[in-house]
């Protein structure tokens, strides 16, 4: 049935050629059937006029192109009926007719409404006065009003079949277009959650991965000279990395959970281990202070040990808790990669009035000391004077506050760049907080970050998320489509 039906689709000139000539068997036959009232038909009782037979065969033949020029097959078979009924026809009416309904049926099938009435209006009228006119029978006879009936039963089954093929038609599309918005919402979903594995994979490995290339590279420069400072730094180099991999197989193994859905999708570091980040730092050779102060929810409290910063700052929502940590973590890392030797940095912490803000500030002395421009210089140098994109300030960021010595000029020139940065400010703005990064007045570089405590902040950054995934998706369809 499938098959027979496909074959029907992609064949209509057959088709139509075999409607044709079923209609135009049923003309001739209806011409040379004799007709007598209350009496059984006579068939092949009179001789067809050859007039008659030419014109049934030149509308049936019309017929045959009737999907391809539904109006010009109309205008056709409606010439040739009235033609039949001019010329004078027989007790047997004008058979030839069932043409004309034919293409006035293709017409409302295949046009709009308005068309197929104004083209069926036309029709009706016409036939039905020639009809009137020049039949043998009375103007207000049974047949007369029959063509008309005819005519516009045509005309609303033609219409009736449009508006049903336009229906299935919506139907079809709303179903595709469902189909390809759930598709493109499985490509976001994706797309954002490769994205926050890459960013976690980030925080997790780079900053050790950090710490070992500088260690390691301590121990290459002093191996000779100093050795006991070389197995200071060996040593480093090893809890650096026994770090990084125990962080990445707790990383592995939550990416590998399957089938419990209260179970933790990502490792939750927060403020509780600050002090362990930042002695981390601390035996690398970075001095790093810790300032936490608090508002609420106990009152007024201020802390200069890293220890006690998740009791300084209360409970805090998991995601702000594991930001603000990673938030430092990044900043302090490039700290120690890019400010250079004898450099210190500054951890404010403060939460007040249902925001945590973070400031990691560092004031660039090593890189001063050793002559190069470091985090000091405007628009984002590494210790050798080259442009660095991880610490360069962003483009269009916002610019610090004036009343703020420390603020960061994070207008100056020079397009963002790096993982690190990038993946802080996805973090910041899933949380609908705000991310300032840039060099500070006074020399060194200045990372700020305000997070909201409440779901109403977090909630509202959705749709930035939603957009940022969206990006994503249709660059890796650009990018699919170039290959």
């Given at each position: ?134 039949g043998p029978r009375p103007w207000y006879g049974q047949q ?229 421009p470091g985090t000091a210089a405007p628009g984002g140098t ?102």
């Amino acid at each position: 049935m499938a098959r027979s039906q496909r074959w029907l689709r992609s064949h209509p000139l057959a088709v139509d050629a075999v409607l044709a000539g079923v209609l135009l068997v049923l003309v001739l036959v209806s011409l040379a059937v004799g007709h007598k009232p209350y009496g059984h038909p006579r068939f092949w009782e009179r001789t067809p006029e050859p007039s008659s037979v030419v014109i049934a065969v030149l509308a049936c033949s019309a017929l045959i192109l009737r999907r391809r020029m539904p109006a010009r097959v109309l205008v056709c078979t409606g010439a040739l009926t009235l033609l039949e009924l001019v010329t004078g026809p027989g007790e047997e009416g004008t058979p030839v007719a069932l043409t004309a309904a034919v293409a006035l049926y293709t017409v409302g099938s295949r046009t709009d409404r308005s068309t197929t009435w104004r083209a069926g209006a036309v029709a009706v009228v016409a036939l039905t006065t020639a009809a009137a006119l020049f039949g043998p029978r009375p103007w207000y006879g049974q047949q007369n009003l029959a063509l008309s009936a005819w005519m516009g039963m045509a005309a609303a089954a033609g219409d009736a079949v449009r508006s049903r093929r336009a229906f299935v038609d919506a139907i079809r599309e709303r179903a595709e277009r469902a189909e390809r918005t759930r598709e493109e919402e499985a490509r976001r979903r994706v797309a954002e959650e490769r994205m926050r594995i890459a960013r976690e994979l980030h925080d997790v490995v780079a900053h050790h991965i950090a710490l070992v290339n500088v260690q390691a590279g301590v121990a290459a420069h002093v191996m000779d000279n100093r050795p006991d400072q070389a197995k200071e730094a060996l040593a480093h180099v090893r809890e650096a990395s026994r770090s990084a991999l125990n962080e990445l197989r707790t990383t592995v193994g939550l990416l590998r959970q399957y089938g419990d859905p209260e179970a933790p999708t990502e490792p939750a570091p927060g403020l509780g281990v600050l002090d362990q980040l930042v002695g981390g730092f601390a035996r690398t050779g970075l001095p790093v202070e810790v300032e936490v102060s608090s508002t609420e929810p106990r009152g007024p409290w201020f802390s200069r040990r890293a220890e006690q910063a998740a009791a300084v700052t209360g409970e805090l929502p998991a995601a702000v808790d594991l930001t603000a940590y990673r938030v430092v973590q990044e900043a302090l890392t490039n700290t120690h990669k890019h400010a250079g030797e004898g450099a210190a940095a500054l951890v404010r912490i403060a939460r007040s009035a249902g925001v945590l803000e973070v400031s990691v500030l560092d004031d660039g002395a090593g890189a001063a000391a050793a002559g190069a421009p470091g985090t000091a210089a405007p628009g984002g140098t590494d210790p050798g004077g080259r442009p660095d994109p991880q610490r360069g300030p962003d483009r269009g960021a916002p610019h610090g506050d004036p009343a703020d010595p420390d603020g960061g000029e994070s207008a100056a020139s020079g397009p963002p760049g790096g993982h690190g940065l990038l993946g802080m400010r996805e973090r910041v703005a899933a949380l609908g907080g705000v991310c300032e990064t840039g060099p500070r007045r006074g020399g060194g570089f200045r990372v700020h970050v305000r997070l909201p405590l409440t779901t109403d902040g977090i909630a509202a950054a959705d749709a930035a998320a939603k957009a940022s995934a969206d990006a994503a998706c249709r660059g890796a369809r650009r990018r699919e489509g170039a290959l």
